[in-house]
């Protein structure tokens, strides 16, 4: 039998079972199954259905299709789901990544050199639930279900609605059908080792996927006339497609369903199912491609639907209102045990001065409180109150996890492989204070340790420690004259104030010892161990979005330092001042050209500076201590002078897969007097070219470089983020 002839007996059938429930009209059930990306063909196929006038009495699914049914059950469209689909960020759901400028001041600066965390609680060291907490995922939640979640009971939606989720704890199926809605839907779309699992009522839940990714049988309880069906989970996956750490978790969730699905097609009376479908869970950059693939798979059901469609009482149910951008807010209320004064709140989200909020602004705030680390989750809904207006219900939940471990791993030319290793404390003796210790272990080693207080804009004092140890080279003409071995250890008093964690201002007084031990040949240089007493006030703006190849955002950041040469606490020299300043500014285009380019100086004022705080350029690096900056063309410290003005460019091209082409150049002038700078001494010119590429442990990349005033060809390795 060819399948026109299928095709035409199925629908005999069902027009003929429709005659018996001619008296009444037929309740329709809806089927969604879970599936990720692929899911996005459910809403092709939801547009078949909408044209051919069928609609339905109850909607179920699992994971992304409880999400989506969710959607169709608060009354929107196909096409207002697609539109809603089209405006959410799916790389940010998967990553998890708070944006680095939503991060506070202090983790903006460090966030990035650690590869990986683990908790500490009551002295035991904890592996994360998952690889993602989810953040996005239920801040996208409660906004799509902005109106739904003012409906308690899922059966007074516009139309009846229904998810599950696997209990953790007893292994058994719990079918949501009140509390809120985003949360079930959180629970039934958690994939396990992926998603966090989601608590509620001190129940622990995971992916309904794990129990039933196809929940008819459900639909079936309901008592419905007829059930629609639409499956996009994947059959088991072979031995050669088992390639990837998603598809085998994918293989484990997919098996029990697997073997338990010929049950729930024997319960379908429609259903529409893509064979082959080689599309995985987080591909939703081909949300175009599977939604037309829907849509060409429910065209051939074209007249079961229309037959059922007729004999269908037509009943007028209300859609609730899309979600807004912008809405009214009465009051604020807090829930959980994140719970601060209402004030507080208000003052966060500028509700006292206005009683509108935008998403944006919410959700950029929710991003920042998530980013302090001082929130496991954190979420909104609304509920309605009088005039138009809107109750903001916050719910917070503490992060009861205070200490962590973080590692990560270096290479580079300048200073050859480290390992990090660090600790950090939050509240520790007072509340918002943070411990941090940093020891990068390597035959260069050095460490960190930093103890500050973050009041925001209010004063705030920090007690830091700083040694460092290395091998740097004295150079003559571009000729090594010498290696040494540099040791220095600093100890930093200082207060500070921060503006919105991009804008820093402040000032300190530093201890600090300096000695050079011989390493190779003599070393030039008169005084090999010096203690200095240091002033300094500092200014720092920070909005870049990234530290590797940055896509927006500015850098502006200055010091002015007075330097004072001492003899333990007893004897000091004539003192003399550092002016330093730099400018950086990142954008791009079409998603896959950046461009960076900077300015930079640094001023002695005063008798010669010691040693250590000349001016040094040279080398890649990007974080050099004291007054030592990168500069292409050039090997590490290789140029030293009292006054110096840079600038340069990079501009990279994104070739895919997190691989990069860069062109760089700087130019510049290194000299004695600040009024030379300006006259026609030699310019200091570099011009590289390097490949990059992110990597598990960070960013890889490989630079080859020359200047025209040598022509030597340099190269310059590294792997792994600056610590």
């Known amino acids: 039998m060819n399948y026109s002839a299928i095709k035409f007996t199925l629908t005999l059938l069902i027009c003929c079972s429709l005659t018996i429930y001619a008296q009444d009209t037929t309740r329709v059930g809806l089927v969604f199954s879970g599936g990720g990306a692929r899911s996005l063909v459910q809403i092709g196929a939801l547009k078949v259905m909408e044209e051919e006038g069928l609609t ?31 405006q959410v960020n799916w790389n940010q759901l998967q990553n998890d990544n708070i944006p680095r400028e939503r991060l506070s001041y202090n983790d903006k600066k460090r966030n990035e050199r650690y590869v990986f965390t683990l908790g500490i609680k009551d002295w035991n060291v904890l592996l994360p639930k998952g690889l993602n907490s989810g953040h996005f995922v239920l801040q996208n939640l409660s906004f799509l279900m902005q109106e739904g979640n003012r409906i308690n009971d899922f059966s007074q939606l516009p139309i009846p609605f229904y998810c599950v989720a696997t209990d953790l704890i007893d292994g058994n199926l719990k079918v ?53 069906g639409v499956d996009v989970q994947n059959p088991t996956y072979g031995k050669g497609e088992l390639n990837n750490a998603f598809r085998v978790l994918e293989q484990i969730s997919t098996l029990n369903n697997y073997h338990s699905g010929m049950r729930s097609d024997s319960l379908v ?88 909020i935008s998403i944006d602004k919410l959700n950029r705030r929710m991003d920042e409180w998530k980013g302090s680390k001082r929130y496991e989750a954190i979420a909104y809904r609304l509920e309605a109150d009088t005039g138009g207006y809107n109750v903001l219900v916050i719910n917070a939940i503490t992060d009861s996890i205070k200490n962590h471990l973080h590692a990560s791993a270096r290479y580079d030319d300048d200073f050859g492989a480290a390992l990090l290793l660090s600790y950090s404390r939050r509240d520790l003796l007072l509340e918002n204070a ?26 705030s004092f920090g007690l830091r420690f700083r040694a460092h140890r290395f091998r740097p080279r004295v150079y003559e003409d571009g000729v090594p004259l010498s290696e040494f071995r540099y040791t220095d250890g600093s100890l930093d008093l200082f207060i500070r104030s921060t503006i919105r964690d991009v804008w820093a201002v402040g000032g300190g007084v530093q201890l600090e010892e300096v000695n050079y031990a011989r390493a190779v040949n003599e070393l030039p240089l008169d005084n090999p ?21 940055p896509t927006r955002g500015i850098r502006i950041n200055g010091m002015y330092r007075i330097i004072a040469e001492r003899e333990e606490l007893d004897e000091f020299f004539i003192p003399t001042s550092v002016l330093s300043m730099h400018y950086s500014q990142a954008i791009s285009w079409r998603k896959n050209i950046g461009l960076e380019w900077w300015a930079r100086g640094a001023f002695t004022i005063g008798p010669d500076a010691a040693y250590p705080y000349n001016i040094f350029l040279g080398g890649l690096g990007e974080n050099y201590i004291n007054y030592t900056y990168s500069f292409i063309g050039y090997r590490f410290m290789e140029l030293i002078g009292r006054n110096a003005a840079t600038a340069g460019v990079q501009a990279y091209v994104h070739l895919g897969n997190e691989s990069y082409i860069t062109a760089k150049a700087n130019w510049g002038k290194l000299e004695a007097t600040y009024e030379d700078l300006f006259d026609d001494g030699v310019l200091l010119d570099g011009y590289g070219l390097s490949y990059g590429l992110k990597t598990p442990i960070g960013p890889l990349e490989i630079n080859v470089m020359t200047s025209s005033n040598h022509w030597n060809l340099y190269t310059y390795f590294t792997l792994g983020y600056w610590f």
């Open 176 to 228: 949501f059908e009140r509390g809120s809605l985003t949360n079930a839907l959180r629970a039934s779309s958690a994939f396990p080792s992926i998603f966090y699992p989601v608590e509620i009522d001190d129940k622990v839940y995971v992916d309904g996927g794990v129990i039933d990714n196809f929940p008819v049988m459900t639909m079936h309880e309901k008592g419905v006339d007829v059930i629609v």
């Open 529 to 549: 161990r010096s203690g200095f007493i240091n002033y300094y006030g500092f200014t720092d703006f920070d909005t870049y979005d990234r530290d590797f190849k």
């Open 269 to 356: 009376d429609i259903l529409i199912r893509p064979m082959g479908l080689d599309a995985g869970i987080f591909d939703f950059q081909r949300t175009n491609e599977l939604y037309h693939l829907g849509y060409q798979l429910a065209s051939q059901h074209r007249e079961s639907f229309r037959a059922l469609a007729q004999s269908q009482k037509k009943t007028e149910r209300e859609a609730l209102a899309l979600p807004k951008r912008e809405f009214k807010v009465s009051r604020i209320a807090v829930e959980g045990s994140g719970e601060k004064e209402l004030s507080w709140y208000k003052r966060e989200l500028g509700l006292h001065k206005s009683n509108k």
């Open 56 to 86: 339905f009495d109850y909607i179920g699914g699992t994971s992304m299709g409880a999400i989506f049914g969710a959607l169709v059950a608060q009354g929107y469209t196909s096409d207002e789901i697609l539109m809603l689909m089209n």
């Open 434 to 459: 943070h411990l941090h210790f940093d020891f990068a272990i390597s035959e260069n080693p050095r460490t960190w340790l930093e103890y500050s207080t973050n009041l925001g804009i209010i004063p």
